[in-house]
């Protein structure tokens, strides 16, 4: 599991970077067969935000790995069949309540976690973006270390991905209108686009507090 710590963002040392193969170096990787290659002329230019829990507004277990990982039982609860009935999902990057990052699919791999979407007139948005869900619910403020870790991943991306700024990142009701709502009204946009501008001031007022 990761054990970076958040307590000091504004360190050097806790800063991240996307490795050749296309992995964030020192979080925790969980390969997922939930990919495919992106079409040979697609950049990656954007970024998704997501929220997933399983079964919705349950953190802590280990189904929304299982979900990735192709190994859910669908019997285990009524919500699994739900899920499993969805097809095969994936994302790049999960963001865990406690801050714990893991990684599923290599950046230059397309995840499936957008669906039918669209951006910029463009649609089929796994071809060119990188998705992170952050564990939690449409109705539930999300965890400050997790507005931490969101922030970090998303300075690594910067820096890996040049084509991706901070409006090249959607959530993902922004790309699927009317047929998804996450991350939904408690993702707190102001906050996180504070966290990732450059020698951001905020960095001096750790911990970070998430407005509701
Ligand atoms: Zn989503």
């Not at 054990?3 to 970077?17: E, G, I, N, R, Y």
């Not at 997933?52 to 699994?80: K, Q, T, W």
């Not at 963001?95 to 990052?101: A, E, K, P």
């Amino acid at each position: 599991m990761n054990t970076h710590s958040p307590a000091d963002p504004s360190a050097d040392h806790s800063a991240l970077h996307i490795d050749a193969a296309g992995w964030l170096a020192g979080v925790a990787r969980h390969p997922s067969p939930h990919c495919d290659d992106r079409p040979d002329d697609a950049p990656i230019d954007l970024l998704v935000i997501h929220n997933i829990s399983l079964p919705p507004g349950e953190f802590g277990s280990s189904a929304i790995d299982d979900l990735f990982l192709d190994r859910l039982d669908p019997a285990a609860h009524p919500y699994f069949a739900v899920a499993a009935a969805v097809g095969p999902v994936s994302t790049h990057f999960l963001i865990r309540r406690d801050g714990g990052l893991i990684q599923y699919v290599p950046c230059h791999r397309r995840a499936w976690h957008a669906g039918r979407s669209s951006f910029g007139g463009r649609t089929r948005c796994n071809d060119f973006s990188l998705g992170i869900e952050l564990e939690g619910t449409d109705t539930q403020p999300f965890a400050s270390v997790q507005y931490a870790a969101l922030a970090r991943c998303t300075r690594a991306i910067f820096n890996r991905y040049p084509a991706i700024g901070p409006e090249r990142i959607a959530g993902h009701s922004d790309i699927a209108a009317g047929r998804k709502t996450d991350p939904g009204p408690c993702f707190d946009w102001q906050l996180y686009r504070e966290l990732i501008r450059p020698q951001t001031p905020a960095v001096a007022h750790w911990p970070y507090q998430a407005r509701a």
